[in-house]
């Protein structure tokens, strides 16, 4: 394809892993398809991702210099507590990452008041600004663009303002956890979110209404693919599974500061499935924050991996249970029944609620109940399967946030 030369040529994309890397993966497939040069910086486990997918990259320690005996000091000691050895980054790689944009804070706050912010804040305390600066230099794009994380996706933001190239934020679903800084209208000349209510939420907290559009989540285009049946069945009988077994499906997330929450909850899943001869538990880890080599799994359960796309594990199952993570709007999205634990400190970060289609509870003691009544064909599962399909539906976003950053000096002569 011919590439129109009155728009962007070179597009960087700052990712970190997770939810973050699957936004970004399909949109760079798109931009590419158009004829664009595309940049991904894979921060953390984006880059075990990207090589998973044989994708091109740069990753964070091509711009470090590890000989800086400051960033050895700093990125060891943070290292002890955030490197993963089952993540597929290397320890240099957590050095560089960690140490150069500790250094950095330090230069900024002196030493005491970096440890001070770092107890308090821990690694989004880190917004090293200066180095994305040498990075967004070195590359040279004509827009910056990166989902919503603190860190080093929100540095990238700050830093492509400084330099005075175009930027564009996509939230990947809740705007929540970031809104602090995502309100601000110096973060990103353009906020692509993923539906009308996240849109009004940001207008709400003060972004201007043209700096904010609704695109969807490219992550969320697949689950726009055919289903069929013959599919299923498939992907159960690989399992063991046959037509009146019920799987329920544990996306789950690690919780900072009580560590063993997601393990009692998945144990008690567990429990509750062996009860029920023909109910199955599938445990699905976080890819990016979840060493499996360091877990223990219950006998009875099965794992979903990471190499399995998330999108076979929903479609084998017919419950999903979560905390917090985006695997629930997902399976909202396929209108599959969704139970949302609304147990973690970090509850407040999303949005699950019967309006969406979710059930939500907040106490152990009420999941089995729970989980039974959304395998009953009620008048309440009916209300909840309602609305979830009354919510947008999954497909074409990729081609809207193209066409959100293809359009950048439009906006900004517009602005």
């Not at 210099?65 to 957590?94: C, I, Y």
């Not at 590359?139 to 303002?161: F, L, N």
């Not at 992550?219 to 690989?238: F, K, M, P, V, Y």
């Not at 500061?257 to 009860?275: H, K, M, S, T």
Request: charged letters at 25%.
């Amino acid at each position: 394809m011919e590439r129109n030369p009155a728009l962007p040529k070179r597009i960087l994309i700052t990712t970190y892993g997770g939810a973050h890397v699957a936004l970004t993966l399909p949109l760079r497939a798109e931009l590419e398809a158009r004829g664009h040069e595309v940049i991904i910086l894979a921060l953390t486990t984006a880059g075990p991702v990207c090589d998973r997918e044989g994708i091109p990259h740069r990753r964070p320690i091509e711009f470090v210099n590890l000989e800086d005996p400051n960033v050895q000091q700093f990125g060891r000691m943070l290292a002890k507590n955030h490197h993963n050895e089952g993540s597929g980054l290397t320890l240099n790689e957590s050095i560089a990452y960690l140490g150069e944009s500790y250094r950095e804070l330090v230069e900024d706050v002196g030493e005491s008041d970096a440890e001070s912010q770092y107890a308090e804040q821990g690694l989004n305390a880190l917004h090293p600004v200066r180095f994305m600066e040498r990075i967004i230099s070195e590359i040279s794009p004509d827009v910056v663009v990166s989902t919503d994380s603190p860190r080093m996706e929100r540095a990238a933001m700050t830093a492509a303002r400084n330099l005075g190239k175009s930027s564009v934020c996509v939230i990947c679903i809740f705007p929540h956890i970031g809104m602090q800084f995502l309100k601000e209208p110096t973060h990103g000349e353009l906020l692509c979110v993923c539906s009308e209510n996240v849109r009004q939420q940001m207008i709400a907290v003060g972004r201007n209404p043209s700096s904010v559009v609704v695109t969807g989540n490219p992550a969320w285009d697949t689950l726009a693919r055919e289903e069929s049946d013959g599919s299923r069945i498939q992907l159960r009988n690989r399992r063991g599974l046959g037509d009146d077994d019920f799987v329920f499906l544990w996306a789950e997330q690690p919780e900072p500061g009580n560590d063993d929450l997601p393990r009692r909850i998945r144990y008690r899943l567990a429990e509750i499935c062996e009860q029920h001869k023909n109910w199955h538990l599938l445990v699905r880890l976080h890819p990016s924050s979840t060493d499996p080599a360091s877990e223990i799994m219950p006998r009875n359960a099965m794992v979903s991996d990471r190499t399995e796309p998330l999108e076979d594990a929903l479609d084998a199952s017919d419950v999903v249970i979560t905390m917090t993570s985006t695997v629930g709007y997902e399976a909202l999205l396929l209108d599959k029944p969704v139970l949302i634990l609304e147990m973690s400190k970090y509850s407040h970060t999303v949005d699950y609620s019967f309006e969406d289609g979710a059930m939500v509870i907040d106490s152990m003691e009420e999941i089995h109940e729970s989980m039974q009544k959304l395998l009953t064909p009620d008048s309440f599962s009916r209300h909840l399967s309602e609305k979830r399909q009354a919510l947008p539906r999954p497909g074409g976003a990729a081609r809207r946030v193209a066409d959100q950053i293809l359009s950048m000096e439009q906006h900004r002569k517009s602005a």
